[in-house]
């Protein structure tokens, strides 16, 4: 009896197990598909080599991104339709749910991308900007897989590592003023990236700039302690032997002779309209969470 | 060779010695008092050569002076207590090995240029040991045994040859100035540069610039202790010698005078370029200067030197007889300045680093 028990459960875990990840029933981890096509845009070795990117970017950076197509969204706004996707279907890394997600709908050929957590701040306004210009001839043109190869995935490792390396969103201020031309229409909030105080970065950075010149100071008090031992130098001048008000200037011409102006062009930093930069624009998704985002059509 | 002048007490017969505190010539023995005068009187028979004169620089040679080599030494006969000695030909004045009576050797004054003045003595072996051991203080790195370990072997109150040279430089110097202004407008930022040929062309006078006069002697410790004040200068008598030693020049004037030279040209630059003011930057592009109107004095000037051995090296320490300058090389204590160092840059870098955390809680 026992042993027919014991055979029992565990076949029923097996299977359950085994139920679980054929239905690819995703944790808030990422461990799911990350590239979902609907719309059959890309060819099966397409659909590998992409997905092994995307979860490269994962290992590394520790955020989700996922490329969803389809046909058509179901009649919603192709934003809510990215947020609601996003949400329901578990995405991101983390209790701040990090990632982001491309979605593109071939019904009215139109493509918007959705961030949530860290991500957020990793593509700001004007990374995503950049992606929009990088995928752009691509889509027109029907070349989906360089788009999403390169322009998406080949941005978001760039991003995500210009962030993690300096701390900070990127930013470009020569192109911030155009990136933020889309948030006009629509109740967006602009939200600029505060730097968590982490002991650990802090302890990084200003150890060594206090070292540097707490020892240089050091050394110049030290130096000129041990100078006062050495008494005995070779005099260069004669100055104390000069006769007092002997010295008699009889010409002191001052002529001029050329010069030449140096110009350079300003960096226009602050721009006509945006006075921020390196932040991101968020809205509230129907969920009733935070996301970040831009889209538009191809 | 009756070439020894010894100066005999005229009370007590006993050996005269120069007193700096005194500024005379004074007797250990009776107390006695002689005046310089007195004794100038005695060496009438020195004056072979007018007092007045000096090596013009235009002159190649000066015929009368006795070309010796360096190193050839004389014998002696000390007339106190008939003691042998022997000195080289730079010895003016020493005293007997034997009996310590001072002794001034004429025989090697005569026959080259007598000096013309001479600064006295004004400190005494007293003021040497109390200046050596203020020279010691509050030197952070010094070990700690060098005061109490160093042994002082030697102790000599020397009248140091020098040549002084008198002179009128007369520069032209021009430089290459520029002034840089700076302005905007709404899409530029400009920068001007304007450059100028400055000229600048004078004379300034030089006083008694010194040159050590004795190639033994290091010059770069004897530039240490300038200046001298040559007001208390005074017209040389040998009665001053009495009781120190002296040497004569064994530099002639002719190739002092280069060592004289670029100290006066760097002067030259010096104050010139300090003339040029109001200017962003300042370059010298041609610069020349030349020397006129040059006169040579030789003179004694006094100089106390202590000779010693620590841990094997030898130090030497000079103090300017007349103002009292003491200087001399001291070791270093290495540990002692790497541990400082190390100690004062972990408390400054500590400091440096509580302020930055204290920015970041604000």
Partial sequence: MKKKLKRILSITAILLLLAINLSGFAFADGDHHKVIDGADLLTADEEMLLEERLAEIENEYLLDAVVLTVDDTNGFEIEDFADTYYEENGFGIGEDRDGAMLVIDMGSRSWHITTMGKCISVLSDDALYTIENAMMDNLSNGYFYDAFYYGYAGNIEYFAQYFDESGEPYSDPSISDQADDYYNNGDYYYYEYEPVFDLWTTIKIYLPASLIPGFAFSFVMAKSEKNKLTSVRAKKEANSFIRRGSLNITNDRTRYMYSNVVVTVKQDNSGSGASHSGGSHVHMSSGGHVHGGRGGHF | ?362
């Fill in chain 2, 1 to 362: 060779m009756s070439e020894i002048f010894e100066y005999k007490c005229p009370n007590c017969g006993g050996p005269l010695r120069f007193d700096p505190s005194a500024q005379t010539v004074k007797c250990p023995y009776c107390d006695s008092e002689i005046s310089v005068e007195y004794l100038s009187e005695q060496d009438k028979e020195l004056d072979t050569i007018t007092p007045e004169e000096s090596a013009e620089w235009e002159k190649a040679d000066d015929s009368t002076w006795d070309e010796t080599e360096d190193g050839s030494m004389n014998l002696y006969v000390c007339e106190s207590c008939g003691g042998e000695i022997l000195a080289q030909d730079e010895t003016i004045a020493t005293s007997c090995p034997y009996c310590g009576n001072p002794v001034v050797f004429k025989g090697n004054i005569q026959g080259q240029l007598k000096p013309e003045f001479v600064i006295p003595f004004k400190l005494d072996k007293k003021d040497v040991k109390d200046r050596y051991l203020k020279h010691l203080e509050k030197k952070k790195f010094l070990p700690k045994e060098f005061k109490d370990e160093n042994k002082i072997n030697e102790w000599k109150a020397v009248y140091v040859p020098f040549w002084l040279f008198d002179c009128e430089a007369k520069g032209t110097v021009h430089y290459d100035a520029t002034t840089v202004t700076a302005w905007s407008d709404r899409k530029h930022d400009f920068v001007k540069t304007s450059h100028y040929d400055v000229l600048r062309e004078g004379t300034i006078a030089f006083d008694n610039v010194p040159v050590d006069g004795s190639v033994a002697i290091q010059d770069d410790l004897m530039q240490s202790i300038e200046p001298f004040d040559m007001n208390e200068a005074v017209d040389f008598k040998t009665a001053y010698l009495a009781g120190y030693l002296a040497d004569r020049y064994t530099l002639a004037s002719e190739d002092a005078i280069k060592y004289a030279d670029a100290r006066i040209r760097q002067s030259v630059k010096e104050e010139f370029a300090a003339t040029v003011t109001g200017f962003a930057s300042v370059m010298p592009k041609s610069e020349n200067i030349g020397l006129l109107s040059g006169k040579a004095k030789y003179a004694l000037l006094p100089v106390w030197f202590l000779g010693s051995t620590y841990k094997g090296e030898k130090y030497t320490f000079a103090m300017n007889g007349q103002t009292g300058k003491f200087v001399g090389n001291l070791p270093i204590n290495k540990k002692a300045f790497w541990k400082q160092f190390l100690i004062r840059g972990l408390i400054f870098s500590a400091v440096i680093f509580a302020l930055f955390l204290a920015l970041f809680a604000f």
